[in-house]
């Protein structure tokens, strides 16, 4: 019986599962499953006619033994869990247990988001506590956060903003709830996830899909509330290596306002793509000056040559805001000529 129940795929388990339970429990469960979930359960249950009360009681108790685990791992974290499994099936078969229910939630927090629609997201969190509104967004798309913030009122805005940015890890026990109260209304199940979100850089990620106003006045508040949090964000929205991506004219723009030490100490170290870059919007003389100081410049620290060429990005990021240079986000900026 062991080695047929072994051949058995997780799928064909949960078939059997749902024929033990019944036809109107099982057509309930359906109602919380996505299509292709449903498509797939079917065609196991269609196959399986021929399973003894014996094996399909012991796929029964490993189903059972599978959801104390998860209600026991949900309601008091996995140290907690832990000791009551060992007690109830020894360390052994606890240790089994709590590995099949953390691997089987992996990867998949708030899986069902990546089916709603912005709108609907929007209309379920917005009178929701900013922080829980920072982390429900640090589990969608960049793009779909960019569209929730912008129709959020304006001091929601900022503190969801500024939430954001302090979020590193977030525990299986928080998910969790957060998980339970948004699937309910979505009628959708989902698992708990232990995984890195948010962060400085998924807010400067979010600043790349705003438009334009939004942007401003957040920066703007930022810069009051919070000004290294906003520098730090803008530093991410345009990096050195994108100095490829600007037009001559821009690049020449750039290069009139920038201090030439830092310039030869930036390309020391910049890539030849990027040198040839800004090397071909120079004047003769110019061009040969920074070689000339580049070859004398021995024993830089990569230290010096990232501060360096920080200096370079900040000054394409002031004449971005002044108007005199257009940094294209992603594409999507309209160029009318």
């Given at each position: 019986m062991a080695a047929i129940k072994q051949k058995m795929t997780q799928s064909m388990k949960a078939a059997a599962?749902?024929?033990?339970?019944?036809?109107?429990?099982?057509?309930?469960?359906?109602?919380?499953?996505?299509?292709?979930?449903?498509?797939?359960?079917?065609?196991?249950?269609?196959?399986?006619?021929?399973?003894?009360?014996?094996?399909?009681?012991?796929?029964?108790?490993?189903?059972?033994?599978?959801?104390?685990?998860?209600?026991?791992?949900?309601?008091?974290?996995?140290?907690?869990?832990?000791?009551?499994?060992?007690?109830?099936?020894?360390?052994?078969?606890?240790?089994?247990?709590?590995?099949?229910?953390?691997?089987?939630?992996?990867?998949?927090?708030?899986?069902?988001?990546?089916?709603?629609?912005?709108?609907?997201?929007?209309?379920?969190?917005?009178?929701?506590?900013?922080?829980t509104i920072a982390l429900i967004l640090s589990y969608t798309s960049a793009e779909m956060a960019s569209q929730i913030i912008t129709e959020l009122p304006k001091e929601t805005q900022i503190e969801v903003f500024q939430r954001v940015s302090n979020l590193d890890r977030a525990s299986p026990e928080v998910i969790n709830i957060v998980e339970n109260i948004l699937s309910r209304k979505l009628e959708s199940m989902t698992a708990v996830d232990l995984k890195e979100s948010g962060g400085v850089s998924y807010l400067a990620d979010i600043m790349n899909h705003v438009d334009r106003r939004t942007e401003k006045y957040i920066f703007d508040e930022l810069n009051e509330t919070n000004p290294e949090l906003a520098d730090e964000i803008k530093n991410l929205m345009f990096v050195f290596e994108d100095i490829v991506y600007l037009d001559n004219m821009e690049i020449q723009s750039f290069i009139r306002e920038c201090d030439t030490k830092d310039l030869t100490v930036a390309l020391k170290a910049a890539s030849e793509e990027i040198a040839n870059a800004i090397f071909s919007n120079m004047s003769q003389r110019q061009q040969e000056t920074i070689r000339t100081d580049m070859q004398y410049l021995h024993n830089v620290r990569m230290r010096d040559v990232e501060e360096a060429q920080q200096r370079i990005v900040s000054v394409i990021r002031k004449l971005e805001e002044s108007g005199d240079i257009v940094i294209s986000k992603g594409g999507k900026d309209e160029i009318i000529v």
């Open positions: 599962v749902l024929i033990a339970l019944g036809s109107e429990s099982a057509s309930e469960i359906y109602k919380y499953l996505h299509d292709e979930e449903v498509e797939e359960l079917s065609f196991y249950i269609s196959k399986i006619d021929n399973l003894s009360s014996e094996e399909l009681q012991e796929i029964m108790n490993e189903f059972y033994e599978l959801c104390v685990t998860q209600k026991v791992v949900t309601e008091g974290g996995e140290n907690y869990a832990k000791a009551v499994l060992e007690k109830a099936f020894g360390p052994q078969k606890a240790s089994a247990l709590m590995e099949k229910v953390i691997k089987s939630s992996r990867t998949r927090a708030f899986e069902f988001l990546r089916k709603v629609d912005y709108k609907n997201l929007l209309m379920l969190i917005q009178n929701e506590h900013p922080q």
